[in-house]
């Protein structure tokens, strides 16, 4: 048994930009031999939901209206941290594609719909202390 951490919305709560989740089935199921962990670092970060899609552009995550919000961002990721920290995380399983949680791929900047290699600023934060960090489609991969 392990404790994970897991993006929130991956389990059903209502904390996504637009103030919906996006509830996982595979990532539920997990529930039945680990103990999942729910985080929303954008909520932690002391964002609002629902609050304006943000993207990672130049360095910085820019909100689709113009607002710079990377320090809600950098607080989320920190406190997401320290919640995996007291609590032995290993494994994170993060929400894909978003600028907080996306691991590998990102949303570009241009708010077009298009992705480029990258991390979000918690999934980054995570892998520089050593936890293995998974999107809800890479649940096969995970290595527990």
């Known amino acids: 048994m392990a404790n994970i951490l897991v993006s929130a919305c991956l389990l059903g709560l209502e904390c996504r930009y637009k103030g919906d989740s996006c509830e996982n089935s595979a990532v ?3 529930a039945k ?3 999942l962990i729910p985080v929303c670092p954008e909520q932690l970060g002391g964002l609002a939901t629902p609050r ?8 910085k995550v820019m909100n689709n209206q113009g607002q710079d919000v990377t320090e809600n961002y950098r607080k989320g990721a920190e406190a997401a941290l320290r919640i995996a920290q007291l609590n032995g995380v290993k ?3 993060l929400k894909a ?7 590998g791929l ?3 900047g241009s708010f077009s719909g298009s992705k480029i290699p990258g991390d979000g600023i918690s999934a980054a934060l995570l892998k520089e202390h050593d936890i293995a960090v ?3 489609d890479e649940i ?3 290595k527990l």
Do not use: M, Q, R
Request: hydrophobic content about 30%; overall charge negative; charged content about 20%.
């Open 134 to 136: 998974y999107t809800e």
């Open 97 to 103: 594609k978003s600028p907080s949680c996306g691991s």
């Open 140 to 142: 096969n991969d995970i």
């Open 106 to 108: 990102i949303y570009d």
């Open 91 to 93: 494994v994170a399983i």
């Open 28 to 30: 539920l199921e997990l």
């Open 33 to 35: 031999e680990h103990t």
């Open 52 to 59: 304006a899609p943000s993207e990672i552009t130049a360095g």
